[in-house]
Nanobody, 124 residues
Framework: QVQLVQSGGGLVQAGGSLRLSCAAT????????MGWFRQAPGKEREFVAA????????SYADSVKGRFTISRDDAKNTVFLQMNALKFEDTAVYYC?????????????????WGQGTQVTVSS
């Protein structure tokens, strides 16, 4: 069974940058569509970004468009979320997710595997 191991995150000032990583382990010839979601205290989990199996297509939430970039390195079975121009409202626990499918998926119920979550805190 695929495991997703997240790294990165932490505390940053508003306007700063962070990069999150998510490595798929126990996975041979991985070919998964990947996504990032986040959940702030007292709020529901929300979509952030997603990328297709090939890396040729991506989708972003309006709130992060132009600031965040999702990418993947298939040689390392790893997906990244580069977060620039961070805002206080980006503070949340971020989760990566994977599904054995080809396209871009923006709903959390489409995903089968989830990372452990990593805290991102942006100070204003």
């Amino acid at each position: 069974q695929v495991q997703l191991v997240q790294s990165g995150g932490g505390l940053v000032q508003a306007g700063g940058s962070l990069r999150l990583s998510c490595a798929a382990t126990r996975c041979t010839f991985c070919s998964y569509a990947m996504g990032w979601f986040r959940q702030a205290p007292g709020k529901e989990r929300e979509f952030v970004a997603a990328i297709s199996w090939s890396g040729g297509s991506a989708s972003y939430a309006d709130s992060v468009k132009g600031r965040f970039t999702i990418s993947r390195d298939d040689a390392k079975n790893t997906v990244f979320l580069q977060m620039n121009a961070l805002k206080f409202e980006d503070t949340a626990v971020y989760y990566c997710a994977a599904v054995d499918a080809s396209y871009v998926y923006t709903n959390d119920y489409d995903y089968d595997y989830w990372g452990q979550g990593t805290q991102v805190t942006v100070s204003s």
